[in-house]
């Protein structure tokens, strides 16, 4: 289980109803490792387009203890499988940087963490993250 399961809202880009499920795994002696996943719920801005905003954030309410650290927390995109369309996937994803800054954005000013970096991860290297297996 993980250290923390949230149903976190979030405001997309043109309404504030986005919405996304959050896990929090604390491995010994490691950064924490967040799993965000994109929920079929979700009829706005995707984790994917929104990540730096979204990591900003989820640093901000769910560990503030981890601010300013040189790696505060190690970042997964979870996209469960689709009905009709593609398969489970996961990405780890890294940032230029890890210190929030704020950036208009689509009419708004927000707050961000540096660009990010995809890089494509089977669930065994999730599971291997977490030390436990993904449920």
């Given at each position: 289980?993980?250290?923390?399961?949230?149903?976190?809202?979030?405001?997309?880009?043109?309404?504030?109803?986005?919405?996304?499920?959050?896990?929090?795994?604390?491995?010994?002696?490691?950064?924490?490792?967040?799993?965000?996943?994109?929920?079929?719920?979700n009829?706005?801005?995707?984790?994917?387009?929104?990540?730096?905003?979204?990591?900003?954030?989820?640093?901000?309410?769910?560990?503030?203890?981890?601010?300013g650290q040189?790696?505060?927390?190690?970042?997964?995109?979870?996209?469960?499988?689709?009905?009709?369309?593609?398969?489970?996937?996961?990405?780890?994803?890294?940032?230029?940087?890890?210190?929030?800054?704020?950036?208009?954005?689509?009419?708004?000013?927000?707050?961000?963490?540096?660009?990010?970096?995809?890089?494509?991860l089977?669930?065994?290297?999730?599971?291997?993250?977490?030390?436990?297996?993904l449920?």
């Amino acid at each position: 289980m993980p250290d923390l399961d949230a149903t976190h809202s979030y405001r997309g880009y043109w309404s504030a109803d986005a919405v996304c499920r959050i896990r929090v795994y604390r491995p010994a002696g490691f950064p924490p490792v967040v799993i965000a996943t994109e929920l079929p719920e979700n009829e706005n801005t995707s984790i994917m387009n929104i990540v730096e905003e979204l990591a900003a954030d989820v640093l901000a309410t769910y560990l503030p203890d981890r601010v300013g650290q040189e790696r505060p927390f190690v970042w997964v995109e979870h996209h469960p499988r689709h009905p009709v369309g593609h398969g489970e996937t996961f990405d780890l994803v890294t940032f230029a940087h890890y210190h929030a800054r704020e950036e208009l954005r689509a009419g708004r000013w927000r707050m961000l963490i540096g660009a990010p970096e995809w890089r494509r991860l089977t669930r065994e290297q999730v599971e291997a993250l977490i030390g436990k297996p993904l449920a």
